[in-house]
Structures are given as structure tokens and as C-alpha cells.
């Protein structure tokens, strides 16, 4: 054990040893020695437990009668494992068994908190001898249940993401770490590799890499900018040789609590369609742009003209009939920066 369960069962020791050594220890020493220990014990956050071989309970800190809803002298003589579920007990019998012989690992189990709840923790002990008799355990754990939630919740998220994924007719696959991490079926009919194969290989034995580097760099430009990346024309090389095209779109997620890059390929050679309405969409988005920019270009002219017919009308020699002329030529440009407007938002 380390950090703070290191200290606490270096201190337990210590308390250990001074009982149970054959010298004649001073009393008052002695007394103050275990009080100071069980005070440091007593101000530990995790939970403190101390148990004899016989799996009775001998000492609990407060934080451990805090997360049981107890007092120490309703715990002390109980059962160890009189809240723990049912069906953890000889997983933790066989951990405990263990620690006789200095293995020392963290332990998962589910205990019932006052509630009624089922709750996590995590557990790291020690046995604790006198000479070659076994005298103790001290076990010190902590509660992880929001942990718990957070893997059971990302589980299932990536056992729905992949029932998604298998559902779909276009080829998806997930990389990560400069591997391919996941393909699914539709993926492995359109390149005809085996699952095996794929995650043997580099995405660059398959595609271009230029068009690889280009959708690197185009993925972490589109997620800083919270954009969503276009689909990208890639040609793929299947097991047999033949290449694949196809309108790529991938964006950033999280796989297994890490980054990753999941990408969507669509297959063109057998679905020409898809790549029309594809051109298509990129045409329509090359004419908002264009229209855009126009449009400003002109909102910035008519705005000009607006400034000039306010400064006319602001003349004190101007006759009546120049002025209903000045103030309808005004409506006008202000119709005609609506439209502008219009544009932009196109």
C-alpha cells in the first residue's frame, strides 16, 4: 500500500509490534505510542477496518462507521462481511487469504450502504504478524460508486455506438493511438479483409496518405472550431487490389474514455447517386459563399449611399420636392440592406 494506506499500516504495525514484543515495554510509552497511532488511524479519510483471522471486527475509524450508519461498538464483533453482497464474499475471502502471503492487490466489492443501496469500494490491506503468528488484518478502502457509474455508463455507450455502427449500410471505423481500434461489418465487405487483418494494419495500407494526413489535419481544425467536416473524396485499396472510392466524413469522440477519430465512409462506385447529391451539396455551399461575400461587399456600398442621403437632407436650402426625393431614394437603400442581409445568412 501507498501513499496515506502506506502510512496507516506502518503505523498499525508499530502498534503491532510494541503489544505483542517480549521486552518489557514502559507502560506510559507504550500507552501513548498506540494512542498517537489509533489517533492518526482515527483522522484517516478512507475507511480503517481491522479484522482477526476469524473475520471478526476489532477496530473501525469514524469514516467507517460514517459510511456504515454505525457506532464502533455496534460494528466491533461483527462479521466482516455482514454488509458485503452475497456474491462477492469468496472473491474477498480469496483476496484476504492472499495477504497472508505479501501478495497485496486492490480489491472491488459491493457492500450495502444504510440505505439499502448497493455501493462500490476499493480495498487495499495487510496482514499483520507477530513472529510467524498471523495476529491481524488492517485493511483501509475507499468508495468508488461514482466511479462505477462513469465505466458502466461509457460501457454501455460503446455497446450502443457499435450496435448503431453494425446497423448501418457505409463503412465506419475508429482510430486511435495510430491503430485501427474498430470496423464494422459493412467496413469489412467493402475492403474484404478479414476483423484480424484490419487491426494489423495502418490506415495508410489502405489509403492514400495524403488523403490520411489531409483528414488528420482537417478533423482537429473542424473540432477546435465546433465545425462539422465535409465529406472528403478518398480512394481505399481493397485486400484484392482493387481500388475503392468513396466520400469520407469524420469527426472526434471519445472511445474507451480516450480521443478518437471515427470515421464514415461512403461508397461511390456502387451508389453514383451519392455522389451527385454530394457535388451537389458542395456546389450549394461554394454559392453561399460567394453569395456572402458579395452581399457584403455591397451592404459596405450602400451604406455609403445611406450616409451621403442623410448628410443631403441635413441641408437647409434644400427645397421640399428634393427632399421627398432624398427620403425615397433613403427607403430604398435601407430595402435594399435588408436583401443584403438576407444574403449573408444564406
Same mark, same amino acid.
Given at each position: 500500500?501507498?501513499?496515506?494506506?502506506?502510512?496507516?499500516?506502518?503505523?498499525?504495525?508499530?502498534?503491532?509490534?510494541?503489544?505483542?514484543?517480549?521486552?518489557?515495554?514502559?507502560?506510559?510509552?507504550?500507552?501513548?505510542?498506540?494512542?498517537?497511532?489509533?489517533?492518526?488511524?482515527?483522522?484517516?479519510?478512507?475507511?480503517?477496518?481491522?479484522?482477526?483471522?476469524?473475520?471478526?471486527?476489532?477496530?473501525?475509524?469514524?469514516?467507517?462507521?460514517?459510511?456504515?450508519?454505525?457506532?464502533?461498538?455496534?460494528?466491533?464483533?461483527?462479521?466482516?462481511?455482514?454488509? *458485503?453482497?452475497?456474491?462477492?464474499?469468496?472473491?474477498?475471502?480469496?483476496?484476504? +487469504?492472499?495477504?497472508?502471503?505479501?501478495?497485496?492487490?486492490?480489491?472491488?466489492?459491493? *457492500?450495502?450502504?444504510?440505505?439499502?443501496?448497493?455501493?462500490?469500494?476499493?480495498?487495499?490491506?495487510?496482514?499483520?504478524?507477530?513472529?510467524? +503468528?498471523?495476529?491481524?488484518?488492517?485493511?483501509?478502502?475507499? !468508495?468508488?460508486?461514482?466511479?462505477?457509474?462513469?465505466?458502466?455508463?461509457?460501457?454501455?455507450?460503446?455497446?450502443?455506438?457499435?450496435?448503431?455502427?453494425?446497423?448501418?449500410? *457505409?463503412? *465506419?471505423? #475508429?482510430?486511435?493511438?495510430?491503430?485501427? +481500434?474498430? #470496423?464494422?461489418?459493412?467496413?469489412?465487405?467493402?475492403?474484404?479483409?478479414?476483423?484480424?487483418?484490419?487491426?494489423?494494419?495502418?490506415?495508410?495500407?489502405?489509403? !492514400?496518405?495524403?488523403?490520411?494526413?489531409?483528414?488528420?489535419?482537417?478533423?482537429?481544425?473542424?473540432?477546435?472550431?465546433?465545425?462539422?467536416?465535409?465529406?472528403?473524396?478518398?480512394?481505399? /485499396?481493397?485486400?484484392?487490389?482493387?481500388? &475503392?472510392?468513396?466520400?469520407?466524413?469524420?469527426?472526434?469522440?471519445?472511445?474507451?474514455?480516450?480521443?478518437?477519430? /471515427?470515421? #464514415?465512409?461512403?461508397?461511390?462506385?456502387?451508389?453514383?447517386?451519392?455522389?451527385?447529391?454530394?457535388?451537389? /451539396?458542395?456546389?450549394?455551399?461554394?454559392?453561399?459563399?460567394?453569395?456572402?461575400? &458579395?452581399?457584403?461587399?455591397?451592404?459596405?456600398?450602400?451604406? /455609403?449611399?445611406?450616409?451621403?442621403?442623410?448628410?443631403?437632407?441635413?441641408?437647409?436650402?434644400?427645397?421640399?420636392?428634393?427632399?421627398?426625393?432624398?427620403?425615397?431614394?433613403?427607403?430604398?437603400?435601407?430595402?435594399?440592406?435588408?436583401?443584403?442581409?438576407?444574403?449573408?445568412?444564406?
Amino acid at each position: 500500500m501507498e501513499n496515506k494506506n502506506g502510512l496507516v499500516s506502518r503505523d498499525f504495525e508499530k502498534i503491532s509490534a510494541n503489544r505483542c514484543s517480549s521486552a518489557e515495554p514502559n507502560a506510559e510509552d507504550m500507552k501513548f505510542n498506540e494512542s498517537r497511532y489509533r489517533a492518526i488511524i482515527e483522522n484517516q479519510l478512507e475507511l480503517v477496518i481491522i479484522f482477526l483471522p476469524d473475520f471478526k471486527i476489532s477496530f473501525v475509524n469514524e469514516a467507517m462507521c460514517q459510511y456504515f450508519g454505525s457506532t464502533p461498538a455496534e460494528m466491533l464483533g461483527k462479521n466482516l462481511f455482514h454488509s *458485503v453482497v452475497e456474491e462477492d464474499i469468496d472473491f474477498l475471502i480469496s483476496a484476504i +487469504r492472499n495477504l497472508v502471503f505479501g501478495i497485496q492487490n486492490k480489491t472491488e466489492s459491493r *457492500v450495502i450502504n444504510p440505505k439499502g443501496e448497493v455501493c462500490w469500494t476499493e480495498w487495499s490491506g495487510k496482514a499483520i504478524f507477530d513472529g510467524n +503468528r498471523l495476529l491481524e488484518y488492517l485493511v483501509v478502502g475507499r !468508495d468508488i460508486t461514482d466511479r462505477k457509474k462513469m465505466e458502466d455508463a461509457l460501457i454501455r455507450s460503446e455497446a450502443n455506438f457499435r450496435k448503431l455502427a453494425e446497423a448501418l449500410p *457505409v463503412a *465506419v471505423f #475508429v482510430y486511435q493511438d495510430a491503430s485501427i +481500434r474498430y #470496423v464494422n461489418s459493412a467496413f469489412l465487405d467493402l475492403t474484404k479483409y478479414s476483423n484480424e487483418e484490419i487491426m494489423e494494419y495502418e490506415p495508410c495500407d489502405m489509403l !492514400d496518405q495524403l488523403d490520411f494526413d489531409e483528414i488528420i489535419r482537417a478533423t482537429s481544425i473542424a473540432r477546435q472550431n465546433q465545425e462539422v467536416i465535409s465529406p472528403y473524396k478518398v480512394r481505399l /485499396v481493397s485486400k484484392d487490389g482493387e481500388d &475503392i472510392w468513396g466520400y469520407l466524413s469524420a469527426d472526434i469522440i471519445d472511445y474507451e474514455g480516450r480521443p478518437a477519430i /471515427v470515421g #464514415v465512409i461512403m461508397d461511390i462506385d456502387n451508389n453514383p447517386r451519392i455522389e451527385e447529391k454530394i457535388l451537389k /451539396v458542395s456546389k450549394l455551399e461554394s454559392l453561399g459563399l460567394l453569395a456572402g461575400g &458579395i452581399a457584403h461587399d455591397f451592404n459596405n456600398i450602400l451604406t /455609403v449611399i445611406a450616409g451621403n442621403i442623410s448628410i443631403a437632407k441635413m441641408r437647409h436650402h434644400i427645397c421640399d420636392d428634393a427632399l421627398e426625393m432624398l427620403e425615397e431614394a433613403e427607403k430604398a437603400t435601407f430595402q435594399a440592406c435588408a436583401l443584403t442581409q438576407q444574403l449573408l445568412t444564406f
